[in-house]
């Protein structure tokens, strides 16, 4: 079943939407054939890996493992069945691997060729150009669930929190938080009609769309969070924004510029833009001790902390900033002032 | 109602007749617990002044069991002489009072170990079980991809939870090494006698002339510590990913996502790279790293404890050829008790003949820590 929905990916996915990479992908996968003979699991892994490493694809190895685990339906090629390592591959599979290969060859990212990946304990489906959760992710959904752990039961009659995702791209966020709070609800907006999609589609494989309001939102437009008032004050805002400065944009790997949603990624002059537009927002959708949670760029706690500063107005305070697990600073919990209640000023 | 009294009345009157030998019912395996049952043996008479002393140590309990275990035996010694009555039916009667008389005696002798055998801390714990390959090149690593398989069908069939954590395979099918974490009802007090060197002596199948080989395959089992257990500062520590270098976050797009964690106190590593989310393989490494510094803290408190012992758990019995699977003879072995079962395939199909090695095995432990308890306290 997962082998033909691969092949059937393989075939049917790609050429449509990127009519003008096909022919170049066709024309480079003739030549790489691995030679007859080379049938089994492991030595495939080796060929593709050399065939990557010539081409200067990057992760040539894992690449190349990744794919031909997924066509033998493991995860990972260390938890390929044993037998499977040795065993002959059928023409199927072999023609399968060269065509998901062929796509690797155009620096696609392979969590696109494969369809799928995981985030937290869940896999998701992932399709171009929805943005591609990345691990550091992980961690702030983490932080998230920590904090309502830990957090006293001030939630009242509905039980569990009600959380507000901007951006949910592929649903990541916002589905793994709702798969480990079995009382939570979430309202998960993005201004991609592909983002929406996904995380409709993924909410239903994962049967959690009945505790998920999916919303098309552009929450930089004008008056966009009156859109929002109706489902209630919400007890936390969560939020992957985009938050690459545009002057990064162009260094970015290609698999990055070249097949995700810019829009998913480019936050602006100083990577601030929906950011800021988050935390104008937020004061009028929160409860009043409600947080907002926030990955960021390494340079941002202290750029968002002046900047909080100099809008007193939105009663917001940057309370903790937590690094990721390469000792980066990454994550920003910002909390409602509790001295002030009601709107901002300016409403 | 009327059978009992009849059989109360019979037994009267056999008891003053000719004694009859005792048939045993009693499985080879057990044979060194009931030797220590024995009546005027040196477990009775542990038993006996327990219940003489004042002081009690295991409580009111032990002595009330023990008494009631006397009273079975001497009700089985009187039916068991009616098996010799001319009437028919009554015959019938004491093989059936025999069998339940039977039956509560082995409870009641269970019950009496349960209370002696001090239980291990760990016994409840999950456990991280760990296979590498020994002597014999790509013969010990297909034994070990063999033996991988018998403890997961193991697993199964103990109804326990079983995730491998990392599997290094070779090159024609077998196994390097590999872990799995093993989670479930009393696993590591049943896995704790597996921990050893396993011996495998067969034709194999990388053999051309048709010789046997011995190769060999180590077995570690590591009890999984709880949170209280085992605390380990953060700073301890070094998480190393593939991620480490370059801005991060959604600058980059890698699909790496295998951890390694150093312990740096210990220089004890762990790593993972079984899953394709980065959070799980540090999950996963985490509970092996924890498993490794758990075990090691535990050998240096109990090595002092049980070094006299046949049955070793730890890295002492690491290093000792514990079980020998011959193939030609189609026999397993286990060096410790000297128990050999026949039968390999279904042996390592991980079930019942499996299952009943190990109940061996804890049965010996429970034997060889009475006679230490008895011999603390006569």
Redesign the interface.
């Known amino acids: 079943m997962k082998l033909w929905g691969g092949m059937l990916r393989a075939f049917l996915f790609g050429p449509g939407r990127r009519g003008g990479t096909w022919g170049q992908a066709f024309s480079s996968w003739e030549p790489h054939l691995p030679p007859a003979g080379l049938l089994n699991a492991t030595e495939l892994v080796s060929h593709w890996t050399a065939v990557f490493e010539k081409r200067g694809i990057p992760e040539a190895r894992e690449s190349s493992e990744y794919i031909v685990a997924h066509v033998l339906g493991a995860k990972t090629f260390q938890s390929l069945k044993p037998v499977l390592w040795t065993q002959p591959l059928t023409p199927w599979q072999l023609q399968c691997i060269q065509e998901l290969s062929s796509h690797r060859l155009q620096r696609m990212p392979v969590q696109y060729i494969l369809g799928e990946w995981d985030f937290q304990g869940l896999s998701l489906k992932m399709a171009p150009p929805v943005f591609i959760p990345r691990p550091e992710t992980e961690e702030l959904v983490e932080w998230v669930l920590e904090e309502v752990a830990q957090r006293p039961r001030v939630i009242g009659t509905q039980g569990g929190p009600l959380i507000l995702e901007v951006g949910c791209g592929s649903g990541a966020i916002s589905l793994s938080l709702l798969s480990h709070l079995p009382q939570s609800q979430v309202i998960a907006v993005d201004k991609g009609e592909a983002a929406i999609c996904l995380t409709r589609e993924n909410a239903q494989r994962l049967r959690l769309q009945d505790r998920i309001r999916i919303i098309p939102l552009d929450v930089t437009l004008e008056g966009s969070w009156a859109h929002l008032l109706p489902w209630g004050p919400v007890d936390l805002v969560v939020s992957n924004p985009p938050y690459v400065f545009s002057q990064d944009i162009e260094q970015l790997a290609p698999e990055i510029r070249s097949y995700e949603d810019p829009a998913a990624l480019d936050g602006g002059e100083e990577g601030m833009d929906i950011i800021a537009h988050i935390l104008a927002l937020a004061p009028r959708l929160l409860k009043d001790s409600g947080s907002v949670f926030l990955e960021v760029d390494p340079r941002h706690p202290e750029l968002v902390g002046s900047w909080l500063r100099s809008r007193p107005d939105l009663s917001l305070d940057l309370v903790a900033v937590r690094k990721d697990f390469c000792g980066r600073p990454r994550f920003l919990h910002i909390r409602r002032s509790e001295a002030q209640h009601g709107c901002p000023a300016d409403t | 109602m009327r059978s009992r009294l009849l059989l109360s009345a019979a037994r009267c009157l056999w008891a003053r007749g000719a004694v009859a030998p005792a048939r045993r019912h009693i499985s080879c395996d057990r044979l060194q617990l009931e030797e220590l049952f024995a009546r005027g043996g040196p477990l009775r008479t542990f038993l006996d002044r327990q219940a003489g002393s004042e002081s009690q140590v295991r409580g009111p309990e032990l002595v009330a069991i023990a008494k009631l275990l006397s009273e079975r035996e001497r009700e089985l010694r009187e039916t068991e002489h009616l098996l010799h009555d001319e009437n028919e039916d009554l015959r019938k009667l004491a093989e059936d009072e025999i069998a339940s008389c039977q039956k509560e005696i082995a409870q009641l002798k269970h019950q009496i170990i349960l209370l002696l055998v001090p239980s291990e801390e760990t016994d409840e714990n999950d456990l991280i079980l760990e296979v590498t390959a020994g002597v014999g090149g790509q013969e010990a690593m297909l034994f070990t991809?063999e033996i991988f398989d018998m403890y997961q069908q193991y697993a199964a069939f103990k109804r326990w939870h079983f995730e491998?954590l990392?599997?290094f395979?070779s090159?024609?099918?077998?196994?390097r090494h590999a872990s799995a974490s093993i989670g479930g009802s009393e696993a590591y007090k049943h896995m704790k006698f597996e921990g050893g060197v396993h011996r495998v002596q067969r034709v194999p199948k990388t053999e051309k002339q048709g010789r046997i080989h011995t190769s060999t395959m180590t077995v570690a089992i590591l009890p999984q510590p709880t949170e209280i257990n085992l605390v380990i500062n953060p700073k301890d520590l070094r998480?190393d990913?593939k991620?480490?270098s370059g801005?991060?976050?959604?600058?980059?797009?890698?699909?790496?996502?295998a951890v390694r964690i150093v312990h740096l106190p210990t220089g004890v590593v762990s790593e993972c790279?079984?899953?394709?989310?980065?959070?799980?393989n540090?999950e996963m490494a985490m509970k092996k790293l924890r498993a490794r510094l758990y075990s090691m803290y535990l050998e240096e408190e109990t090595s002092k404890r049980y070094s006299a012992r046949k049955i070793q758990i730890g890295t002492k019995g690491r290093s000792e050829k514990i079980r020998t699977y011959n193939f030609p003879q189609n026999r397993v072995t286990d060096h410790r008790i000297n128990k050999s079962l026949h039968d390999l395939e279904t042996f390592m199909q991980g079930e019942c003949l499996l299952d009943e090695l190990v109940q061996s095995l804890k049965d010996y432990a429970d034997y060889e820590s009475l006679v230490e308890i008895i011999s603390r306290k006569l």
């Open positions: 991809a491998t990392e599997y395979p090159e024609i099918g077998g196994l998480i990913t991620r480490a801005a991060g976050g959604q600058h980059v797009n890698t699909t790496d996502s790279q079984q899953e394709r989310s980065q959070l799980k540090r």
